[in-house]
């Protein structure tokens, strides 16, 4: 086993098969300290002791999709619908840059009323009012033809969670969706030539030790820019309420894991860490991630983008989300980094 995690940190590379029994022995002795200290390792020997800090603005909630896990899917009828006007967005955006943010990442449920046109002149408002800041979609699929005009009207980057590997748990979790054609949008979107963000939830009812493998191996073999990870949180408004849920100790090691096979990719702590433990986001960056996310929306919306229940800084300004998180990180012994903070695989691109 400790061969294994040598092997690991050494090459940034490991069979499924290895995988899986990296995580089959990870609780016997030292072995998740010494896989928890490769990876901060890993991140500082790239990134350093830097995090970078990303404004979220979730500017809509309304979703066409019916993901069973998701407090905005279509069918909670429960769900404050809203949704931002391009005027707002910049709002927010200009909040966000008078306190030194330099990405902007722009997040909604799968909502077609932001048509490719209006989505355009979102994105030209940013880019034409600040020129030097990276914007991050993350609304969802849409079109290889829509991605490309996104990509030319100046967006950056790209959020598409993978959500899990295993084709027959994503259909189980997903209604009316397509396994292959998320994945098709993450290999057109990198194709284009966005930093391309994927990613998984830990804790989702019938994952197993396996299926997280395949995660961490289809990140291994998609080496994406960008991974977001976090545990699954049930809402009371979905089909999986009264589910366990997902843990954050084995969000943990999946973070560290992801670090030590993606070294380059840009890793948030995300807030649904945040959402279960208090110390949740602190513990990701020891744990190899290197980005945080701190919420720019307008106060008067933030609770109706509940995508699970208990979700943290729901009632703070946008100045107190971004001072409270800049005290965490630096009590934890890192660095605030308020740059548009590229990914390392994209700008330097490993071989293989
Ligand atoms: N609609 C876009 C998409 O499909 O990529 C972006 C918005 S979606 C709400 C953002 C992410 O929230 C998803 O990729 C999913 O992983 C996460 N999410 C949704 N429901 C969740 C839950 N109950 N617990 C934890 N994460 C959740």
Redesign the pocket.
Known sequence: MRELLDKLYETNALTKEEIIEVLRHLDEGENKKLLFDYAHRTRLAHYGPRVFMRGLV?FS?Y?K?D?M?????ASNRNADRYRLTPEEILECCKEGYELDYRTFVL?????YWYTEERLMEILHLIKSTYPDVAVTL????RSRATYEKLYAAGADRF???H?TASRELYESLHPKMSFDNRMECLRILKEIGYQVGA???VGLPGQTLEHLAEDLDFLHRFQPDMI?I??????ND?P?KGSK??RVEATLVMVAMARLLVPKANLPA?T?MGSLDPQGRERAIKAGANVVMPNLSPTSVREK?A???NKICTGDEAAHCRNCIEMRIKVSGFDVDMGRGDSLNWTEPSVG
Do not use: K, V, W
């Not at 997040?107 to 909502?111: L, N, R, T």
């Open positions: 979730e909630n979703c999709q993901c896990y998701c407090g905005i899917r997040q909604s449920g799968e909502d993350s609304i969802g699929e959020l598409l969670r959500e990613g998984f939830m977001g976090g545990p699954f949180i049930p809402h979905t999986l849920g997902g995300t649904a983008y995508l699970y229940e």
